[in-house]
């Protein structure tokens, strides 16, 4: 076989490692530019060491919104590194879906800023999660096509599948209460984001029994 041909004959597999690779480098240059939005208190020189730490505490609805978007956002590459682990087969049809959920990722820094900034307050902490929800359904979308053919690997058990479609439709039924529970109490709008576990395992019993 010429270099040619072999090229040729892993250009599909080579075309999926490249998606996979780029995706990554996404989400890690995405998790780091949280830190940036938490700015460093400047003093005076002279300053009494009090004034330093009411100046760090000053600074704790920044550091919130940076580890609740960081562990998001890690989530989100945690489902798409368990999604792409299922794909043998590179296709055309996940370019978009891929760019578009990498979008929204890339989009949470600004989105984590604005509640930091507006800290309890219902208008900022709804548009994180409905911001949120946009990428959960991005996010399930892509699932849906990389857990299909002609990307999935043939040899995957079809309980599998379901199980890391289950998986992304509880982000998206979690992502809704949460944008609910903020309506009406603001402050709880983003744990409730904790309510995800418990709608996978709500999906997951609704399965067993039908």
């Known amino acids: 076989m010429s270099g040619r041909e072999s090229t040729v004959a892993r250009g599909p597999e080579h075309g999926l490692e490249r998606l996979i690779f780029f995706s990554d480098a996404v989400f890690a240059i995405v998790i780091t530019l949280l830190v940036i939005e938490i700015h460093a208190p400047h003093l005076p020189h002279g300053a009494a060491d009090v004034d330093y730490w009411v ?13 609740i978007s960081f562990f998001v ?25 891929n760019l578009i959920l990498l979008a929204a990722v890339a989009a949470m820094p600004f ?33 849906q096509i990389a857990t299909s053919a002609p990307v999935v690997d043939e040899h995957v058990a079809p309980e599998l599948i379901e199980t ?47």
């Open 111 to 143: 989105f984590t800023a604005f509640t930091s900034a507006n800290p309890m307050t219902r208008v900022p902490i709804f548009c994180y999660c409905a911001w949120l929800l946009f990428a959960a359904v991005c996010n399930r979308r892509l699932q």
């Open 55 to 67: 100046a760090l505490i000053n600074l704790s609805p920044e550091f919130l919104g940076f580890f």
């Open 164 to 210: 890391t479609r289950i998986r992304g439709t509880a982000v998206i039924m979690g992502a809704l209460t949460a944008m609910a529970v903020s309506l009406v109490v603001p402050v709880l709008g983003q744990p409730a984001l904790m309510t995800i576990p418990l709608w996978r395992l709500t999906l997951m019993r609704f399965r067993k029994y039908h």
């Open 73 to 97: 956002i890690g989530f989100f590459w945690a489902g798409h590194h368990r999604t792409f682990s299922l794909a043998a087969h590179y296709s055309p049809t996940l370019l978009q879906p």
